[in-house]
């Protein structure tokens, strides 16, 4: 092995053990018998539960909406481009507590959308449809820009060829482009999945109840301490970590088949 090769292997270790590291030290350092009891605390399955659920309908929402702006962003040459894109990325830069605040202040029941919305019975504050709204709008740049990356990837030629044998615009787009994004979909659902699972900032100030894990964690840390945070904690990691292995695993063999 080159001595180049050597360098960079070290320098990749460092950065592996630095973020493994933390996670290690706090999973081995709990009792077992503490996370089977925790796990039995109905707060906290629930809370849990509702995290993967809010996450969940916020990609769903997401992928329904997302994937023609990430289209129209790869094959599109229109004014103003550039700053769509910047609108699409702004989430990602601006604190989550801000995002929560501008969320408020649209969908809150006394400004007129979300007024609105509460007259068809639909309320977006301390409601799992807030929840999903704070999580959606924080982490849909994660599947947007993976989607157009992979549209971007897709050969246009193949497009053209497509619509000389007959095919209509949406026809090339379901049957020719939407099936070889297919892995840069996939990847950035599951982004925006985990990004939603972890966000807080947002959340709590659009939806402080029902509690989803993040906020039960920095509360039961505020109000008990980090003996009682650590448990939850924990079983947040060790659950998301099998669900997003098993993720990349079918994700990788959907690619491999």
């Given at each position: 092995?080159?001595?180049?090769?050597?360098?960079?292997?070290?320098l990749?270790?460092?950065?592996?053990?630095?973020?493994?590291?933390p996670?290690?030290?706090?999973?081995t350092?709990?009792?077992?018998?503490?996370?089977?009891?925790?796990l039995?605390?109905?707060?906290?399955?629930?809370?849990?539960?509702?995290?993967?659920?809010?996450?969940?309908?916020?990609?769903?929402?997401?992928?329904?909406?997302?994937i023609?702006?990430?289209?129209?962003?790869?094959?599109?040459?229109?004014?103003?481009?550039?700053?769509?894109?910047?609108?699409?990325?702004?989430?990602?830069?601006?604190?989550?507590?801000?995002?929560?605040?501008?969320?408020l202040?649209?969908?809150?029941?006394?400004?007129?959308?979300?007024?609105?919305?509460?007259?068809?019975?639909?309320?977006?504050?301390?409601?799992?449809?807030?929840?999903?709204l704070?999580?959606?709008?924080?982490?849909?740049?994660?599947?947007?820009?993976?989607?157009?990356?992979?549209?971007?990837a897709?050969?246009?030629?193949?497009?053209?060829?497509?619509?000389?044998?007959?095919?209509?615009?949406?026809?090339?787009?379901?049957?020719?482009?939407?099936?070889?994004?297919?892995q840069?979909?996939?990847?950035?659902?599951?982004?925006?999945?985990?990004?939603?699972?972890?966000?807080?900032?947002?959340?709590?100030?659009?939806?402080?109840?029902p509690?989803?894990?993040?906020?039960?964690i920095?509360?039961?840390?505020?109000?008990?301490?980090?003996?009682?945070?650590?448990?939850v904690?924990?079983?947040?990691i060790?659950?998301?970590?099998?669900?997003?292995?098993?993720l990349?695993?079918?994700?990788?063999?959907g690619?491999?088949?």
């Amino acid at each position: 092995m080159s001595t180049f090769r050597i360098g960079m292997a070290a320098l990749g270790l460092i950065l592996i053990l630095l973020l493994a590291l933390p996670l290690l030290n706090m999973v081995t350092g709990t009792d077992p018998a503490v996370l089977r009891a925790t796990l039995a605390d109905h707060e906290v399955s629930a809370s849990i539960l509702l995290t993967m659920r809010c996450a969940l309908w916020a990609t769903l929402a997401g992928l329904l909406l997302g994937i023609p702006l990430a289209y129209l962003l790869a094959r599109g040459s229109f004014a103003g481009k550039s700053i769509l894109q910047g609108l699409v990325d702004l989430p990602i830069m601006i604190p989550h507590t801000a995002m929560g605040i501008a969320l408020l202040m649209v969908y809150g029941r006394k400004f007129p959308v979300g007024g609105f919305f509460a007259k068809l019975g639909l309320s977006f504050v301390s409601t799992e449809a807030g929840i999903s709204l704070a999580m959606a709008y924080v982490s849909m740049p994660y599947l947007i820009n993976a989607a157009r990356d992979g549209f971007l990837a897709v050969d246009p030629r193949l497009e053209k060829v497509a619509r000389t044998l007959g095919a209509s615009p949406g026809q090339v787009f379901s049957r020719v482009s939407l099936p070889l994004c297919r892995q840069g979909i996939v990847s950035g659902a599951i982004m925006m999945w985990a990004r939603g699972i972890s966000e807080f900032g947002a959340v709590i100030i659009l939806a402080y109840h029902p509690m989803v894990a993040p906020v039960l964690i920095w509360e039961r840390f505020e109000s008990y301490g980090l003996t009682y945070a650590r448990p939850v904690a924990v079983l947040l990691i060790l659950i998301c970590l099998v669900l997003f292995a098993g993720l990349r695993w079918l994700a990788t063999r959907g690619q491999e088949s």
